[in-house]
């Protein structure tokens, strides 16, 4: 008999916030550069340089915070967690221990069937990032078997936002999925650029399992060094497969930090630290207290954007689109703000959101221009979806019509008038179109009624090219048919 | 020229605007003042001769072009805790023995702009821990007024400066005492304002919640020009004050009148012994004389001051000097690996007494201490700091010794705690971020000495009160006149 | 409050600095003493009292997210101990 088991995830992120200016100096925010170029005495720790902290940042994290429904406490403070390590100028870091600005909330995400799910949010903090140490001189770049470090305090003093989880991620995929929609959240707030091949999305996992029905959690490792989202998912499968092949195998978890190794897909225990960390926590005497005001909250709270997760609902309950559609869109801010906009014209959500994800989008592509910033104006597309949804025209002209009006010939009502491109619908003038075809092709005719079917294809081909692609093809088809079988 | 700046700040400042006297003249015949009497004296770590005569031919210019300066060519002793960019930036410690500040203080900055010369950086107590001088690793610092004694500290190389006329406006730190006890051990007036009044930004950081410039001064005026010229809010400093600043050099009161001075209960100074107390008594009769009312207040918690500050204080020190780690500047001793690197470097950069209080704060905020110490001590600075508020309900100032003794001879506190009771007075007013004062007021020949030795009469006043509590203690100066009784020992002050 | 007791090793390794054994033997002596008398404050009463780490009040002093001038990298890589082209060099960081 083997016992079931499942996991427990829990998901740490350190954000870096797109701001102008470092956390606690005017040095730039920005990522790379030549090496120590971006330094001043603040982000440097030199002797008697003090930190002011960016009111930016701040308003960026309470955003974040009320983005997830936190509590935004009326008090915090800045701490000083003290340990030392070369990349960090002054040996402690400013961080945030017992008073954060945001506290609770809960991440709303989905998966990719759509089904809606919730992780809780134990905190989230402000802190400064660190510089960058390139391990040299065993030619791995790699931290162990190095003989020197060189390193670069251009990112040391970053504005970095820490968001704890709570132990609620039931698999990788949810683990995936609860990072997709904290990504997606930041982004629109325009928080950080949130991208982890940069570094201004960082993640560690606490994995645990345990026995199916059990309340209590199991001993949890920490894994580290997943540098994109598809490794965390496979840093966390590995995990949980791990953990359950040695319970299984009558084995205990020792709690442990893990590095994953994308190259073998495992994970491996770093090595274990000398001494339990002492960080020696106490509130910076450089900083004051915050106190942040209840109107102030109110404020930043009404001018919260529609969230990803309320868009994707609206999308898939209201709209009824389907979740991977639903997704694009909510993944493309500027792209559903067009999308929205031609939806309230039109009326026809499913019609608009063909157009947008499909043509209207490789066109886009194909010209490397946003679809916001085409010559396709909403109200333009909205016409086109209308003259579709009428039937006025059928898709093969309002595909060529698009690609006219991405060239900027302006509303789609007005050429189909000038040009008279409405579809045909009058079954008379289609039957006089297809009986031509047909005694224009009597080879065609006698295949088909020897059995080739297939050929009825170009017939219909042929009547919609005599119609000059006017003619109603769903028509058309009935009526080659018809003619066919008769 | 001896006449000039053996004379105050205003004076030269005065001469210079009036351009009876150049700024250059005055730096030169300073510097020189400083090869005559460096010898005896040790004030200055690092003393800026080009960098004050460039900064006197600015000064000059300004005023050939109508400008007038609170501080035209004042020479400044700057305490080498202070950021001067372009200048060496020691702390009296091997650990920064040879770094080059790329920036600059605020305070400094603006002394500069007011006017002021730099003639030299001031030796002090290694990273301001002491109240000596003798804690300082680059270089040993006399009392002008006895040379076989300490001058004070931690800012006993600004104090002596001043006090051997080597520079007019000693610039200084209080941490707990730093200014104030060195003030009256040099003669001088010592001045430390409420906490935040003046900008940290540049000052090397011993204790953060309680470092703060002020100056040291022949007088009372001279240290009121310089806290006009440097207080005042610094948005690179988030502790510093937002709050406007009233001018305090003057007009002046005629007196004391209308004013209710605290003499504290638990301050008895019979036992300082009998000539102290004399002295003592006579200072606070002096204020009476004045027209102050005395009346007695009570600061209870105030004896547990030391050691209340011997956990804060430590605790942010060890904290602040973690970034002297040999990585980006200062004094690096190899290690096999950059662990051992740090090792290496702070045994090596950090002298007994800076280790000391690194050790006894990473204690007081360890895990499983922290709780004990730290906040018990943070707790306790409430207490005094509420002891302060009752006594100040019943009273406009209060007015107690500077210090328990004046200057001692070299080598006399070899026990750590019998030093650190020498702040004993000064450093509850620290904790509650008070401003306070140390001004002469008598003199008495130590035993086993031949010289007398100048004592400081402490006044202090509540929180942002530094107008009112330089208007009292110039009335006290006026009247009594103590420090212009004796005369530095110096041979070539003498001669 | 707690002992007197000051574990000296730990605390130095915690602190970074190297001692001899001397000074381990000597600053555990001062220090043990220190932390006696620095246990007075356990006379006092101090369970509802709020703790003080600023002593003059003051909250929420920030400062807009605007660009300062920066050092000059020459500057700052002049003061380092050791460098290597534009970067600060240190011996080897052993994993913790």
């Not at chain 1, 961080?95 to 989230?124: A, F, H, N």
């Not at chain 3, 050092?71 to 960081?93: C, K, N, W, Y």
Request: proline content about 5%; overall charge negative.
């Amino acid at each position: 008999m083997s016992v079931e088991y499942e996991a427990v995830v829990g998901i740490e992120c350190h954000v870096e916030l797109k701001t102008k200016t470092k956390m606690f100096c005017g040095c730039a925010n920005q990522f790379g550069g030549e090496p120590n170029t971006k330094v001043c005495p603040v982000c440097l720790g030199m002797p008697g340089a003090l930190p002011v902290p960016n009111a930016k940042a701040l308003e960026h994290t309470v955003n974040a915070g009320l983005a997830f429904g936190a509590e935004i406490p009326s008090f915090s403070k800045f701490d000083r967690k003290n340990y030392f390590y070369p990349d960090m100028p002054k040996d402690y870091q400013i961080s945030q221990y017992d008073m954060p600005l945001t506290m609770g909330g809960t991440v709303k995400y989905w998966l990719e069937d759509g089904t809606m799910r919730e992780c809780r949010l134990t905190r989230i903090h402000l802190e400064e990032d660190t510089g960058k140490s390139t391990h040299a001189g065993s030619g791995d770049g790699r931290i162990a078997g190095s003989s020197y470090s060189l390193l670069d305090f251009n990112r040391a003093g970053v504005p970095l936002m820490e968001c704890v989880s709570e132990p609620e991620l039931q698999s990788a995929a949810d683990a995936v999925a609860y990072l997709e929609s904290l990504r997606r959240t930041l982004l629109v707030l325009g928080v950080s650029d949130v991208k982890m091949e940069e570094g201004s999305l960082r993640c560690d996992a606490n994995v645990s399992v345990r026995p199916v029905g059990s309340t209590e959690l199991g001993t949890k490792t920490e894994i580290k060094n997943m540098n994109s989202f598809r490794s965390v998912e496979r840093a966390i499968e590995s995990e949980i497969e791990r953990q359950i092949a040695s319970l299984r195998a009558g084995q205990r978890i020792v709690q442990e930090t893990r590095g994953w190794d994308e190259v073998h897909g495992v994970t491996h225990p770093m090595r274990s630290k000398e001494e339990a960390h002492d960080y020696r926590y106490f509130p910076d005497p450089d900083l004051v207290p915050l106190e942040i005001a209840a109107a102030d909250v109110e404020r930043l709270r009404a001018q919260l954007p529609e969230l990803p997760w309320q868009r994707f609902e609206r999308y898939a309950r209201e709209y009824g689109l389907g979740s991977r559609q639903a997704t694009q869109l909510v993944d493309n801010v500027s792209l559903s703000g067009y999308f929205d906009r031609v939806v309230a014209i039109s009326g026809n959500a499913q019609q608009s959101s063909n157009f947008v994800l499909g043509e209207l989008s490789r066109l886009a592509n194909e010209h490397d221009v946003a679809v916001a910033a085409s010559k396709v104006s909403p109200e333009h597309l909205a016409e086109l979806v209308g003259l579709v949804d009428s039937k006025k025209i059928n898709s093969k002209i309002a595909k060529e019509l698009l690609v006219r009006m991405w060239d900027g010939v302006g509303s789609p009502v007005a050429i189909v008038e000038r040009e008279g491109l409405a579809q045909t619908t009058d079954p008379g003038a289609i039957e006089v179109l297809v009986d031509g075809v047909l005694m224009a092709n009597p080879a065609v005719v006698a295949d088909f009624r020897a059995g080739k079917t297939n050929v009825a294809g170009f017939l219909v081909g042929q009547v919609m090219k005599a119609s000059r692609g006017k003619a109603d093809p769903a028509l058309v088809n009935e009526l080659v048919q018809k003619k066919l079988s008769a | 020229m001896t006449e000039i700046i053996e004379g105050s700040a205003a004076g030269i400042a005065a001469q210079v605007n009036a351009r009876q006297a150049g700024a250059l003249e005055i730096a030169e015949a300073t510097l020189a003042h400083v090869r005559a009497v460096e010898g005896e004296v040790g004030a200055y770590l690092t003393v800026l001769d080009d960098r004050a005569r460039a900064q006197a031919r600015r000064v000059d210019e300004r005023i050939r072009a109508g400008e007038r300066l609170p501080l035209a060519g004042v020479p400044v002793a700057v305490k080498d805790n202070m950021c001067l960019e372009g200048t060496r930036t020691t702390c009296g410690s091997k650990i920064l023995e040879n770094w080059i500040a790329p920036y600059t203080a605020t305070a400094v900055a603006r002394i500069l702009e007011a006017g002021g010369i730099p003639i030299g950086k001031a030796n002090c107590d290694e990273f301001a821990m002491g109240s000596s001088c003798e804690n300082s690793a680059l270089g040993v610092t006399h009392n002008p007024y006895d040379l076989s004694r300490v001058p004070g500290g931690s800012s006993g190389g600004s104090a002596a400066a001043v006090a051997a006329y080597e520079a007019a406006i000693g610039l200084g730190s209080d941490t707990g005492g730093s200014i104030r006890e060195p003030g009256a051990f040099c003669n001088l007036v010592g001045f430390k304002p409420t906490y935040g009044r003046v900008s940290r930004y540049g000052l090397i950081a011993f204790a953060s919640s309680l470092d703060q410039i002020g100056p040291l001064t022949r007088t009372v005026e001279d240290a009121a020009l310089a806290y006009d010229a440097m207080g005042g809010y610094d948005p690179m400093d988030s502790t510093s004050i937002n709050r406007p600043l009233e001018p305090t050099a003057g007009p002046w009161r005629d007196d004391l009148r209308g004013l209710r001075v605290g003499i504290v209960r638990e301050f008895d100074t019979k036992k300082l012994g009998t000539d102290l107390d004399a002295i003592y008594q006579k200072a606070y009769a002096d204020l009476e004389r004045l027209g102050a009312e005395l009346v007695e207040v009570s600061l209870p918690t105030a004896e547990y001051g030391v050691p209340t500050y011997y956990l804060v204080a430590p605790a942010e020190c060890s904290s602040n000097l973690a970034r002297f780690d040999g990585v980006r500047y200062g004094l690096r001793v190899d290690g096999s690996d950059v662990r051992a690197m740090y090792d290496n470097t702070r045994a090596a950069g950090f002298g007994p007494e800076v280790k000391r209080r690194i050790l006894i704060g990473t204690h007081a905020l360890s895990s499983g201490y922290y709780d004990a110490y730290y906040v018990r001590a943070q707790k306790a600075r409430t207490l005094i700091a509420r002891d302060f508020e009752r006594a100040f309900a019943r009273c406009d100032a209060i007015a107690c010794p500077a210090a328990s003794c004046p200057a001692f001879v070299f080598n006399a506190k070899s026990d750590p705690y019998s030093m650190y009771l020498m702040d004993y007075y000064t450093i509850p007013m620290a904790l509650a971020g008070l401003p306070a004062l140390s001004v002469p007021c008598g003199w008495a020949t130590p035993e086993g000495g031949s010289l007398p030795m100048p004592l400081g009469l402490q006044l202090t006043t509540p929180l942002f009160a530094e107008r009112l509590l330089l208007d009292m203690a110039h009335s006290y100066e006026t009247a009594t006149g103590h420090a212009t009784a004796h005369r530095p020992a110096l041979d070539a002050v003498r001669a | 409050m707690a002992s007197d007791a000051i574990d000296i090793r730990y605390v130095a390794k915690l602190a970074r600095l190297a001692l001899t054994d001397d000074e381990i033997e000597r600053f555990g002596t001062q220090l043990g003493d220190l932390l006696g008398h620095v246990n007075a404050l356990s006379d006092l009463d101090i369970a509802s009292v709020p703790a003080t780490a600023q002593v003059v009040e003051s909250h929420n002093v920030t400062r807009d997210d605007e660009l300062r001038p920066c050092l000059d990298r020459e500057t700052v890589l002049s003061a380092a101990p050791q460098r290597q082209g534009g970067f600060f060099r240190v011996p080897r960081i052993i994993a913790e």
